[in-house]
């Protein structure tokens, strides 16, 4: 916070600075007219850098660059809504674009590679997820089963490719018979924040064994997103 607050001191002297030049350039400027140019001007920059800063800090908590100090708790109204699995969208092609862009760029897998790959990630049973309070209710054949959840704290975890990930664990306290005991959320957030999609971890094995789950990761996105929207979010990224 301190030093912030220097660069915006310092900032804020230059563009003052800058307001005196024009001043002496131009005689004609009235106090006011001068007070509200400098005004406007510090608070576009500030809100300028205030969103590059977030821009390219988000980016790089998305990547999985972050310290152990900035992760926080959240509540599970942070996923919050109705929710859909990508895995329709990934079999019946939909998709199919944003895996070629993946092959295009990384060029570490191939097209067919990578949707190979996702199949055995994007793989469910649960079609959709609506999360509501401190509920969580599973749709499986359009048959939807209810749980309530409490909070068990968080994980961070590091992987082989030496990013990291926070996984947010919560366990059911009161529920029908066959929802999951635990359940794991992972969206490339690391603190208070509405999520936009979400990868899951459930089950009614105890979190351990779920942080060791690697491979399998349903994935949700809003259920008014059509196929094509959720492909163009995942271009985006």
């Known amino acids: 916070m301190k030093k912030q607050f220097a660069t915006t001191m310092v900032l804020l002297g230059m563009i003052l600075a ?21 005004e406007s ?11 590059d800063h977030n821009a390219e800090k988000q980016k790089e908590i998305y990547s999985g660059i972050f310290e152990d100090d900035e992760v926080e708790d959240r509540e599970l109204s942070d ?3 109705d929710w859909q699995s990508v895995y329709p969208y990934l079999l019946d092609g939909t998709l199919d674009e ?6 295009e760029t990384k060029k570490d897998k191939t097209f067919e590679e990578y949707k190979e790959y996702y199949k055995i990630g994007y793989e469910t049973d649960i079609e959709r997820i609506v999360i509501k309070d401190d509920t969580m209710t599973f749709y499986r054949n359009g048959e939807g089963k209810t749980g309530k959840y409490k909070y068990h704290g968080y994980e961070i975890l590091t992987y082989e490719a030496g990013n990291r990930g926070v996984r947010y664990l919560f366990d ?22 509405k999520s936009h ?11 351990e064994t779920l942080l060791k789950e690697l491979e399998n990761w349903p994935t949700y996105y809003f259920s008014h997103l059509s196929g094509e929207e959720i492909a163009e979010e995942m271009m985006a990224h």
């Open 18 to 38: 800058g307001c005196q030049e024009n001043e002496n350039a131009s005689s004609e400027t009235t106090t006011s007219s001068q007070t509200e140019s400098t």
């Open 41 to 51: 001007h510090v608070e576009s920059h500030e809100h300028n850098h205030e969103y």
């Open 79 to 81: 996923w919050e809504g």
């Open 98 to 103: 944003v895996l070629k862009k993946k092959a």
């Open 172 to 193: 059911l306290v009161d529920g029908e018979e066959g929802v999951p005991k635990h359940v794991q959320f992972s969206d490339h957030n690391i603190y208070p924040t």
């Open 197 to 207: 999609h979400f990868h899951i971890y459930f089950g009614d094995a105890d979190h």
